[in-house]
């Protein structure tokens, strides 16, 4: 039976708060299936056929080596499809113990993304066009499709050893049918065609499922003048201090204006920028001091001096719930949003409180090699102002901030109007 989905937002919300939900009044909302996805209370909806298998192998462990990973662990439905935990980075591979090498973005919001481009028209009509677009954190894979390719052959991630492995397992699965039933009897002959196939059903799956794209923040009830969309005096004030180019300027670059292919209010331009957050030695791959993280430059498509001005540059992504986030940045070094807005706020100002000091020395962009630190960019807040000089945000202005950058959380639910509020307003 189909709910509406307001009603079905309330029980995700009441599922992650118990940890587990599968049923809600006696009655299965996993809208069908009988896989993994129904321990997420997924909302039931209508999707193509293609989505409804996409769902199926999104949740599905079975279709991992070590058979407990699906991109839901990673990927968890409870975290706006973001990380469950404070990890870093998430262990995968056979035995579930090799690390990764970035921190977990949240699938929320992707389905605008245009594919990379070293110059991309820029969403606020404004800005040179820039590289822009794509998906992971240095934008390599162009499509949804083409990125899901990525975690079931990685051998720290899902760790499958060949696309035939892969097929192999969906067709002795419990999605076999299903997986025939959409794409056609004759699917299995060919193991790129079944391959390919599989990589468009997690597509649709994102692409289709509301839950991908609720657009049911506070900010989104006020963007549309409804009512529990009214913000409170610290959140105004924060998202002043966003938009104001001399305090947090974040709208800059997490840009909430009309996007590209008729999007908006992303908080994102889908810009690229270099703003050297510190290097993160929780990361078994940086112990090795010669090893960097380059971003884009480091892709096998942009190598080498051509591309120098590629490197250290990372996706600027979605703010959209990221106040449900315990990580952040591509490396995972900040563990709350306040540290993240604080090291906005005094990366130049205080740099002693963000990099190693060595001999009395800061060691300021440590985790970008000095040949590439040309390419920090030095737009407000990160203007690259003299290190004791006054911080561009005020204590009151980043709790405020913070405050703003909560309404962008989904799944808000207004508390119920006061007698008195309603009285004051017919007035
Ligand atoms: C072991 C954890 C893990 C698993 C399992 C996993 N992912 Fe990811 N995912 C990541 C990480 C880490 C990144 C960032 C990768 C990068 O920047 O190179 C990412 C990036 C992505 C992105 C790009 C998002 C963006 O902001 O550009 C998409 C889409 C995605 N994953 C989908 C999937 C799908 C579909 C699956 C299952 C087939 C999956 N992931 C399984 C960890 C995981
Ligand atoms: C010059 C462009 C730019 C400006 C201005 C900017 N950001 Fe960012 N933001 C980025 C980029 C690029 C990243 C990813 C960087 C990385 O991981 O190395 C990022 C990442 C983040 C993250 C981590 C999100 C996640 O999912 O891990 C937060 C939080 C954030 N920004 C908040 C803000 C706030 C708040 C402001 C305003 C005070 C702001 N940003 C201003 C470009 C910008």
């Not at 954190?137 to 760790?159: C, K």
């Not at 799956?205 to 409804?226: I, M, T, V, W």
Request: proline share 7%; charged share 20%; glycine share 10%.
């Amino acid at each position: 039976m189909m709910r509406s989905w307001g009603t079905v937002a309330a029980i995700v919300v009441a599922a992650g708060m118990a940890g587990f939900a599968g049923t809600v009044d006696g009655e299965n909302i996993g809208a069908g299936g009988s896989g993994e996805a129904q321990k997420f209370a997924l909302p039931a909806v209508t999707l193509s056929p293609a989505a409804r298998v996409g769902r199926e192998l999104f949740f599905d462990t079975s279709l991992s080596a070590s058979g407990r990973m699906s991109c839901a662990t990673c990927h968890d439905p409870r975290f706006a499809y973001g990380p469950p935990n404070d990890r870093a980075v998430q262990l995968g591979g056979p035995a579930l113990s090799d690390a990764g090498t970035r921190a977990v973005p949240s699938l929320r919001y992707q389905e605008y993304t245009p594919p990379y481009a070293d110059l991309l028209d820029n969403p606020d009509g404004i800005s040179t066009p820039g590289p822009g677009g794509g998906f992971t954190w240095d934008g390599r894979s162009p499509t949804l499709a083409d990125q899901a390719q990525i975690p079931l052959l990685a051998p720290n991630e899902m760790a499958n050893r060949s696309r035939a492995d892969v097929v192999r397992k969906i067709r002795r699965g419990s999605q076999a049918r299903e997986f025939g039933e959409a794409f056609g009897a004759s699917v299995f002959e060919n193991v790129n065609t079944a391959f390919s196939k599989a990589l468009e059903a997690l597509q649709a799956f994102q692409k289709e499922d509301p839950s991908f794209h609720p657009y049911n923040s506070k900010y989104d009830l006020r963007a549309s003048n409804k009512i529990g969309g009214t913000f409170t005096e610290a959140e105004m004030r924060g998202f002043a201090v966003y938009n104001d180019p001399k305090r947090g300027n974040c709208f800059a670059c997490h840009y909430n204006g009309a996007g590209l292919n008729g999007s908006v209010r992303l908080f994102t331009d889908y810009t690229y920028a270099a703003i050297g957050v510190p290097r993160n030695m929780e990361i078994p791959a940086n112990r090795n001091a010669r090893h960097f993280d380059l971003g884009v430059c480091g892709r096998t498509d942009h190598p080498g001096r051509a591309n120098e001005r590629f490197c250290g540059l990372f996706k600027t992504p979605t703010l959209r719930n990221v106040a449900t986030r315990k990580v952040f940045f591509h490396n995972g070094k900040m563990k709350s949003l306040a540290e993240a807005i604080r090291f906005y706020n005094t990366r130049d100002t205080n740099p002693e409180l963000w990099y190693p000091v060595v001999d009395g020395i800061v060691r300021k962009f440590d985790d970008v090699p000095a040949a590439y630190r040309h390419n920090i960019d030095g737009q407000a807040p990160l203007d690259g102002r003299a290190a004791g000089s006054q911080p561009p945000m005020s204590a009151q202005d980043m709790a405020d901030l913070e405050v703003f950058l909560n309404t962008l959380n989904d799944d808000y639910h207004a508390p119920p109007p006061s007698l008195a509020g309603l009285m004051l307003k017919r007035h």
